[in-house]
């Protein structure tokens, strides 16, 4: 198997931006040369994944290939897979990747608008026997934290025998009660994307929004629907398609005609509206990461020549001209991945991320990764506030996103005398009561406002990996003794991994800081160890 080769060359360019609200930018990096032919691009789990075709021998196959992104400077090859010879010459239409598996979406041409699926092992790209081919499949979903059994969700919007369908092995399909959604015939017949919203709730995007609350893995009803009605007196219009989540919004865009803007569903006010954006013609090939939205638009039909970026959280847009043709795009860690027309080349470009933390500050990995799975967010004027306290309250949130616990609304919780149901804080100290993660200070007392200390987190992440605790005759830190109430969740912590002496931006030497409040750098890079096991 040829290796890739990578070249990495630093270049000056600067462009000019027009100003529109406030411009972003990003800046030209390095260029990656692939040994294939990529047709497309997604970036998850630390991996930026290529798919498209390679020639051995000869004879053209389907080919993966896997870069390690961990350290975006330096992004390497860590393995290749060559897949069927079938079909080869059309192009791969998705790819999603769950924890450790990665799934292809490529079009079958001998059967007509037919699709199927391939799928790889992570990281070692080993085959998986997946044995889906379906009649216009536009869209599959793979759940990490799901409340019932494991499985791929796909789309079949034009099938005529079903719309939504669950794979385990074999072919369900997916019941949906769509009593009191007169449009839902009708419109769900372009569905593109699937979301999870939560442990059993689905969001299904095409033309309008529907939430679907799932009673098992196969049945499910749509408890709000909107339509994005923004041009034709009320008629839903089709905005599925590549569609992306970037915090709390979805933005996608209508392939048909020249719009120039996008179109939105704000998930928590469960409203959609359309944005015009008087520089994006012909948006497509989008992408997003932490508040930023990404689209290659295209000025003509020979390639990308213009790179959209949006802030959605300060409305801050940039729109700049590329140097050359591209075909494809992926946003991950404050970095923008550019597939050339060519299909040989990547192009990297550094992006903005946050105002005040680059990427050599110590937290900044952390931060990313935790904004990227929608536990730890940044402000609305691109700032992260790296050093700003921590309430318990906000960590109860945390912790419930991290974990995809049940958020479920409060009503009648009264385990704590200074949590009321009212409190937007509620369901999630619930939850991570109920879990028993948290469990206050005693008589009736959580302190949500009080500011969570260093030990009180590395309690949680004990108790939930359900690690057997530690108690050292010498302690690891001078001012965590063994007298100490969170001295064996401190010594468990250290033996596995999650903090040490003299570990940057955490302890000094051997010193804790016992009793002093948790900054959000520290706070994100405790869970990104503990929750996540990354380092």
């Not at 040994?35 to 051995?56: H, R």
């Not at 009605?229 to 989540?245: H, I, K, L």
């Not at 409060?410 to 509620?426: E, I, L």
């Not at 250290?494 to 409040?517: A, C, M, Q, Y």
Request: proline content about 5%; some cysteine; overall charge positive.
């Amino acid at each position: 198997m040829r290796k890739f080769i990578i070249i990495f060359m630093v270049l000056s360019l600067v462009f000019y931006i027009p100003a529109i609200h406030a411009s972003v930018k990003v800046y030209k990096g390095s260029t990656i040369q692939l040994d294939m032919k990529g047709q497309y691009i997604e970036a998850c789990n630390n991996f930026l994944v290529v798919a498209g075709t390679k020639k051995v021998n000869g004879k053209l196959y389907r080919a993966v290939a896997l870069l390690d992104l961990s350290n975006p400077d330096k992004p390497s090859l860590i393995k290749e897979a060559i897949g069927s010879d079938k079909d080869v010459g059309v192009p791969v239409t998705d790819v999603v990747c769950a924890k450790d598996t990665l799934y292809v979406l490529r079009n079958n041409a001998k059967n007509g608008p037919w699709l199927g699926v391939e799928a790889w092992s992570m990281p070692s790209l080993t085959p998986i026997d997946v044995s889906v081919n379906m009649k216009g499949l536009t869209g599959l979903y793979v759940g990490e934290k799901w409340k019932y059994k494991s499985g791929v969700y796909f789309i079949t919007p034009f099938s005529g025998d079903g719309l939504l369908w669950f794979y385990d092995g074999q072919k369900h399909k997916v019941d949906i009660d769509d009593s009191g959604v007169p449009t839902l015939a009708r419109t769900m017949s372009y569905l593109q994307r699937i979301f999870q919203l939560s442990s059993d709730t689905l969001l299904l995007i095409g033309q309008g929004a529907y939430v679907v609350k799932m009673t098992d893995a196969l049945h499910g009803k749509v408890i709000s629907y909107v339509n994005v009605d923004v041009t034709s007196g009320g008629e839903p219009v089709y905005f599925g398609y590549r569609a992306q989540m970037v915090a709390d919004t979805v933005i996608g865009w209508y392939p048909d005609g020249e719009p120039t803007g996008f179109y939105f569903y704000d998930i928590k006010k469960k409203k959609a509206y359309y944005k015009e954006y008087s520089v994006a013609e012909q948006p497509d090939k989008l992408s997003s990461f932490g508040n930023y939205f990404y689209a290659l638009v295209r000025p003509g039909e020979s390639g990308y020549k213009s790179l959209f970026i949006l802030n959605v959280r300060s409305g801050d847009v940039g729109y700049q001209a590329l140097d050359r043709e591209y075909r494809d795009i992926a946003a991950y860690m404050g970095r923008v991945y550019l597939l050339s027309a060519d299909n040989d080349q990547l192009t990297v470009y550094d992006s903005p991320l946050f105002i005040d933390m680059g990427p050599d500050y110590w937290a900044y990995g952390a931060a990313a990764f935790l904004i990227s799975q929608g536990v730890i967010s940044g402000y609305p004027d691109g700032s992260f506030k790296p050093d700003k306290e921590v309430t318990r309250a906000e960590y109860a949130k945390m912790l419930a996103t991290s974990l995809k616990l049940d958020v479920a609304k409060c009503n009648g919780f009264h385990v704590f005398k200074d949590v009321k149901d009212s409190d937007w804080f509620c369901p999630y100290v619930q939850a991570v009561n109920k879990a028993g993660y948290m469990v206050g200070y005693g008589k009736g007392k959580f302190a949500p406002q009080a500011m969570v200390k260093k030990e009180e987190i590395l309690t949680t992440i004990v108790r939930i990996k359900g690690w057997q605790l530690e108690r050292p005759k010498t302690p690891t830190f001078d001012d965590i003794t063994s007298d100490y109430w969170a001295y064996p969740y401190v010594e468990t912590a250290v033996r596995h991994g999650i903090i040490g002496p003299n570990d940057e931006g955490l302890t000094k030497g051997r010193h804790f800081g016992k009793g002093s409040p948790s900054t959000r750098a520290q706070t994100a890079v405790l869970i990104y160890r503990g929750i996540y096991g990354k380092r």
